[in-house]
């Protein structure tokens, strides 16, 4: 049993790897769909201290439309600020992709305006002009909820 967190077009090294983080140890699948806003050499995760990164179960995407076609049918969540749902309001199952957009723009437009009932949201206050939760805090929230749901599977 496993949750997917799909990041599209990440730009900020350091929420990739709060999230891959996050992935290793809950078994979940990190997704990254390029083009990164990073390099994913083993230098470059060496620098970063990523020194779990053997443990993440990640899969590089060249293109969204590359990612797209090799799920097509697999249940998706677009977690958005303009989400339809709230993120609590949906029920997770085993192997649910729950994808996120760059730190900058979010998810592409086009993307959320095919597939409104599967968008959700984090709900935050509206007196502050803040854009949305930090990424990596984001897709926390989400799986948490997720795994909280499902009952955490093989965790302790």
């Known amino acids: ?15 990739t790897g709060n999230i891959a983080r996050t992935a290793a140890a809950t078994d979940s699948v990190l997704h990254l769909v390029k083009p990164l806003g990073f390099s994913l050499d083993e230098k470059s995760l060496r620098r970063a201290g990523l020194d779990y990164w053997p443990y993440v179960k990640v899969e590089v995407h060249e293109s969204l439309e590359e990612f797209m076609d090799k799920y ?6 677009l977690s958005t600020t303009k989400g339809a749902k709230l993120f609590s309001q949906v029920e997770y199952q085993d192997e649910d992709m729950i994808l996120f957009g760059r730190e900058t723009a979010g998810l ?16 935050m206050s509206r007196s502050t002009r803040l854009r949305s939760f930090n990424l990596s805090n984001s897709a926390s929230i ?14 302790e």
Not at 108 to 123: G, S, V, Y
Not at 142 to 155: C, I, K, T
């Open 1 to 15: 049993m496993s949750l997917h967190i799909v990041l599209v077009n990440p730009e900020i090294p350091p929420n």
């Open 72 to 77: 097509a049918g697999k249940r998706m969540w």
């Open 108 to 123: 592409p437009r086009e993307l959320i305006e095919k597939n409104p009932d599967k968008t959700i949201r984090i709900p």
């Open 142 to 155: 989400v799986l948490f909820e997720a795994l909280r749901q499902l009952g955490y599977p093989g965790l």
